[in-house]
């Protein structure tokens, strides 16, 4: 079905940067416009997210401009990810610029490039996983990089330059090897595909999947892993992630651990399904294990020798994203699922950890564990959203982390991969222990004199309000529509086709959902019972 | 067959020039070799262009001569006469190394190019090695290079091997296609001249060794 919406998800925001541009010069009146500017963007993109997904719902895909732009299941969920991230992390960084501009860490002609560049990262993500096109995908990752570069330098210090220089040139020197799966893909479809412009349309190449070249394919995955890993954070690339996401603003953190990663995940996945469809799973799959236990494995080490609270969640996120890799790895239905459901799991907490922790630097001017003490008494409501953080991130019940983690280890146990289980089970054991040493050092204790008492203010709690009221909820119900859209996902990723999520003949034959409902432990024993008496 | 060996000829020559955008010692100079180098690259388009008839391959050797030969060249040049002058670039590993290095990387890059089966480029096996030998020449250059702008250059190196390599298996693809490249290779370009500029006006240094504060 053919949806405008999808190109309006994408104009919006590059309106908004445009007039945050010209704005920032306003003098005076520039922090209000810009804010009323920046506000309106992210809200109008949420809900445009929300009607692309319900069109989603409904119709199965949509698409627009020759195929040019397309989403499907899949695709819903990671435009639901930008679209709800990036509205928090909008809403988030308007008291926070507000807090740089008080202390005179930013100025107004900064707030201005500052939100222009944040509302062109937004819509370089956006087309990233709204393009049906893979080279556009291929375009869309890199222009995140370049988009988001000034944004990690914003402050202009020495480790600031220093954090963006590492990012862009790591990221865009690992991002070419992306190109040149890209193009291998790209110029064995062509070979296939006799309409040269459809050879590079994603549903066209799934769709001839079956007469592509195996070895070609291989070659292009192996690129395809090496380059667009980099910028998820994959083993051995994710060196930059901590450098980056300690200098960058707290809410751009938020985004690029909260979303970015997951953006160059999803172009990972959409080119394992055409390796899938091609030669089989298995190929894609232990590529996922092996790259998933070592990106898990390393991580988790270097969490444990951290002394700023940005630098340990920047190596939790190989963590998950190491989790990620293994659910898919794992494949079939469960453990597509899981991985999916443990992508959107990870990308609510992650966020909110960082907006935490933007919070913690407002009002202690540092994210060093030897200065941030007595958190609860100096913010104690920023201090109990972070024991919830915590809890949340190292997988404790009720939060939903604990649900997809509880997930991938059964779907392993279940596929005959227990003793990789049991090794998981260890690194994440490291990761744990590594996450409450910070929390304790860090709420606990007195406050130093220094620090007054109180909270950071409306607009940089709200945000970590909203998600912490999500990360409960999924930890104890799925939302049918959401329920449904993981599920189309699942067969889209696991078939390559789509079919209405909200009830097609398709679906049938791959209800591993059927209700999503309390208590959710048991019934995902019984589901993987199910699927291994299959 | 003339006309795919002076390809591959041409492409051998993209990889001498190469060597000589690396081995000189001043920015400056390397920038202007590059502008040479691209030139050489925009031959390659015009002489693949005409052999396979491909119109499109025309509009990519214009936008390559204006992107690659003048404007990158041009804002490098600029930025540099900025800098200190007598920045000369810092080697992390010796010229005869470089060498091997390149000579492995087109072994390489041969051995693995010739064993795929590509139907639309079955004669340019020898220019396609070398696109992606160039490539890796590229990051070679940005991972021995010290200075901040031999860097850059060594982006620009690997990207004319992308180009290269874009240029022969995919110059079907829609120009909307090659138009979204090239306007990412050029705005990489700038960005990094921008932050190295700033990295120079606050730091005052071009030397990558010296961007140590963040570890662990």
Known sequence: MASPYLIWLLVVPLVASLLALLAGRLGRLARPVLEVIHMASVTVVLLLAVIVTGQVLIFGDVATLNHWLRADALGGIFIVIVGLLGFLAGLYSIGYTRHDLKIGQLNLSQLGTFYALFHFFFFTMLLTVTSNNIIIMWVAIEATTLSSTFLVGMYG?????????????????????????????????????????????????????????????????????????????????????????SEAPSPVSAMLSGVLVNCSLFVIIRFSIIVNLAIGPEFTQTLFLIF?????????????????????????????????LVALGLGGPIGTLAGLLQLLNHSLVKSQMFFLSGNILMKYRSRSLDVVKGLLQA????????????????????????????????????????????????????AFTALFKMLSSVVLGEKPENVAKGETGFTTLAPILILMVLILALGVTMPAP????????????????????????????????????????????????????? | MLNANLINTLSGLLLLTSLLVIETRKPRQSAMLYSFQSLVLVTIFLALAALMGAPQLYLWAASAFITKAILVPLILYRALAKADETITSLNTVSTPISLLLVAVAVVVSYTVVSQIELKSAAVFIPALAISVAHFFFGQLCIVTQRNLF????????????????????AYRAPELIEIGIATDAVFAVIILVLLAGQIYRRLHTLDSAELNVLKG
């Open chain 1, 157 to 245: 210090t020495r480790p600031a330059l220093e954090a963006a220089w590492k990012y862009v040139v790591i990221c865009t020197v690992g991002v070419a090897f992306g190109l040149y799966g890209t193009i291998l893909v790209y110029s064995d479809a062509v070979n296939v595909i006799q309409e040269t412009g459809m050879a590079s349309l994603w549903d066209a190449i799934v769709r001839n999947a079956g007469a592509l070249d195996p070895t070609l394919l291989k070659l292009a995955f192996v690129f395809v892993l090496i380059g667009f890993g980099t910028k998820a954070g994959i083993f051995p690339m994710y060196t930059w992630l901590p450098d980056t996401y």
């Open chain 1, 292 to 324: 998933g236990v070592l990106s898990l494995g390393t991580a988790v080490f270097f969490m444990l020798v951290q002394k700023d609270i940005n630098r340990l969640l920047a190596y939790s996120s190989p963590e998950n994203i190491g989790l990620i």
């Open chain 1, 379 to 430: 913010a104690p409501i920023t201090g109990v959203f972070l024991l919830g953080g915590v809890f949340a991130l190292v997988g404790a019940p009720p939060f939903n982390i604990f649900l997809s983690k509880f997930m991938i280890i059964s779907a392993g146990i279940a596929s005959g991969h227990l003793w990789l289980m049991l090794v998981c089970l260890l690194f994440v054991m490291v």
């Open chain 1, 482 to 534: 959401l329920g449904a859209l993981l599920q189309g996902a699942t067969q889209v990723v696991t078939t390559g086709t789509s079919v209405a999520p909200s009830g097609g003949p398709g679906l049938a034959a791959h209800s591993i959902l059927p209700a999503f409902g309390l208590p959710q432990a048991q019934q995902f024993i019984g589901l993987i019972g199910i699927q291994s008496g299959n």
């Open chain 2, 150 to 169: 031999k860097q850059i250059l060594g982006f620009c190196l690997m990207e004319n091997g992308s180009h290269l390599t874009l240029a022969l298996l």
